[in-house]
């Protein structure tokens, strides 16, 4: 963590968005990651992301575990809430507070160590139950705060910086994700701020499990030949499926106008995300062909990025509990307790 927190003057000019905030109301502390770290690009994508959707910072619970990665939300959200839990417990921790305040925005910031390794079972169960979330893994394939040691991203038969060739199977947690019913899955890299800035925007509003596999290198020990997590071998490998423009209720956020095809994906909440396909088959609906897809293309070592699937009738833990409307934490006694003659007819049903 750092202390060092950033000068709060700006430039009087600086452009402000719907609620009068400017960029610099969405930053946070000093980063005290390396230089060049993919991480610091990912933080740079939602500050972004919160800026143009207009986000009131108060509004969001920003929680992470531990790495170089669950740092991260020190960088970004200063004014928000968040909790920095233990090696790959996020998951559960931002399940907890989901449950006693539904009215949060929840960004789960978590590392491919905190989450394929050590949390892999937190992971599994968070998207599995269909927590309302936005869940970014920073994914560089190895421990970076631990000098580098091989994590489960990590491609069968890539080398550490030190020369060791990785001889285990590499775990996809888009391919998990995508398994246990994940309802937003995509995948994107920290250096394509033109792509994942709107992926982390229509995550941020989508009901349900929104997952993002961010491709995000280490520059101290995974950007050297032989690594699959590197700028030079991503860039060369990286096959988009498609482009995204996010619409909301307010200023649409504009990032590319390219030629192409364009899907309106409209979600639950009338959202609606408009996919610029590069790829004339692409169905971003289709969860089955999405498996598929990815299957074929990491046959041949490609890495497929974008918006892979997304259900526009989604649902969340909240819906399949049922819970009231009111966030749990604001009812009262005499809301919680239905009183004696309830509790007694209760009672007598169990003897
Ligand atoms: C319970 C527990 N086990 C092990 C550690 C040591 N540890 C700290 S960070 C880390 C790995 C972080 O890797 P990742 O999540 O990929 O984050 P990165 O630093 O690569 O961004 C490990 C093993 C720990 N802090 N707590
Ligand atoms: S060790 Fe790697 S992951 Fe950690 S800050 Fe440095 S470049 Fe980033
Ligand atoms: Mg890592």
Avoid: W
Wanted: glycine share 10%.
């Amino acid at each position: 963590m750092t202390y060092i927190a950033k000068p709060r003057f700006h430039h009087p000019a600086l452009k402000k968005n719907a609620l009068g905030f400017t960029h610099r109301d969405y930053e946070g502390k000093i980063s005290t990651l390396c230089a060049g770290c993919g991480h610091d690009s990912v933080t740079a994508a939602i500050i972004e992301a919160c800026y143009e959707l207009s986000i009131e910072p108060h509004r969001v619970a920003k929680i992470s575990g531990i790495g170089c990665s669950s740092k991260t939300p020190d960088y970004f959200l200063g004014n928000s809430h968040g909790f920095n839990s233990v090696h790959g417990r996020m998951p559960s921790v931002l399940t907890g507070a989901n449950l006693a305040n539904r009215d949060l925005i929840y960004l789960g910031v978590s590392g491919d160590g905190d989450s394929a390794s050590i949390g892999l079972g937190q992971f599994a169960h968070s998207i599995r139950r269909g927590v309302n979330m936005t869940y970014i893994v920073e994914n560089n394939g190895v421990y970076g705060l631990t000098k580098g040691q091989f994590s489960a991203t990590a491609d069968r038969g890539s080398k550490s910086k030190k020369g060791v060739l990785n001889t285990d199977n590499a775990i996809d947690l888009v391919a998990i994700a995508l398994q246990l019913g994940a309802s937003y899955v995509a995948r994107s890299f920290s250096g394509d701020k033109t792509q994942l800035v709107p992926l982390i925007a229509g995550a941020i509003q989508h009901k349900g499990v929104a997952f993002i596999d961010v491709i995000s290198p280490c520059v101290a020990f995974n950007n050297h030949a032989g690594s699959t997590k590197s700028f030079d071998y991503v860039r060369e490998h990286n096959d988009a499926v498609n482009r995204l423009d996010v619409i909301t209720g307010r200023d649409p956020i504009v990032v590319d106008y390219a030629p192409g095809t364009v899907q309106v994906v409209e979600q639950h909440d009338g959202t609606k995300l408009a996919l610029r396909k590069i790829d004339a088959d692409y169905d971003a609906h289709d969860r089955v062909g999405a498996m598929a897809f990815l299957t074929k293309h990491a046959a041949k070592g490609q890495i497929v990025t974008g918006l892979l699937y997304v259900d526009p009738e989604s649902e969340d833990l909240h819906s399949h509990l049922n819970t009231v409307d009111a966030p749990l934490n604001s009812l009262n006694a005499a809301q919680l307790c239905p009183g004696s003659a309830i509790l007694n007819k209760i009672n007598a049903s169990l003897r």
